[in-house]
Nanobody, 122 residues
Framework: QVQLVESGGGLVQAGGSLRLSCAAS????????MGWFRQAPGKEREFVAR????????NYADSVKGRFTISRDNGKNTVYLQMNSLKPEDTAVYYC???????????????WGQGTQVTVSS
């Protein structure tokens, strides 16, 4: 089991940028695939990005491809989500999660953070 704490959310104007961080503690961070998900009000939780254990493999939802970048620093037990060219439709609570499988399916992520709010104004 790994404990996850997100930070870096906030209010930003459309076109702006934010960098989310997710600090992990507990068992060996580098043994986990890490993912970012988001949930907007009244909508289901959706996959945003995932990164393999070494950081060399990444995958993105089509809606964020080319604008968001996921990365990790295993020495700091932290995964990041750099979000550029933000749009109002990116407004959501963003969650990081840990899995033993390189997957976009949220049900296969066993450990979740508490979430951080991102609000993009038009």
């Amino acid at each position: 089991q790994v404990q996850l704490v997100e930070s870096g959310g906030g209010l930003v104007q459309a076109g702006g940028s934010l960098r989310l961080s997710c600090a992990a503690s507990g068992r060996t961070f580098s043994s986990y695939v890490m993912g970012w998900f988001r949930q907007a009000p009244g909508k289901e939780r959706e996959f945003v990005a995932r990164i393999g254990r070494s950081g060399s493999t990444t995958n993105y939802a089509d809606s964020v491809k080319g604008r968001f970048t996921i990365s990790r620093d295993n020495g700091k037990n932290t995964v990041y989500l750099q979000m550029n060219s933000l749009k109002p439709e990116d407004t959501a609570v963003y969650y990081c999660a840990a899995s033993s499988t390189f997957t976009a399916r949220d049900l296969l992520y066993n450990d979740w953070g508490q979430g951080t709010q991102v609000t993009v104004s038009s």
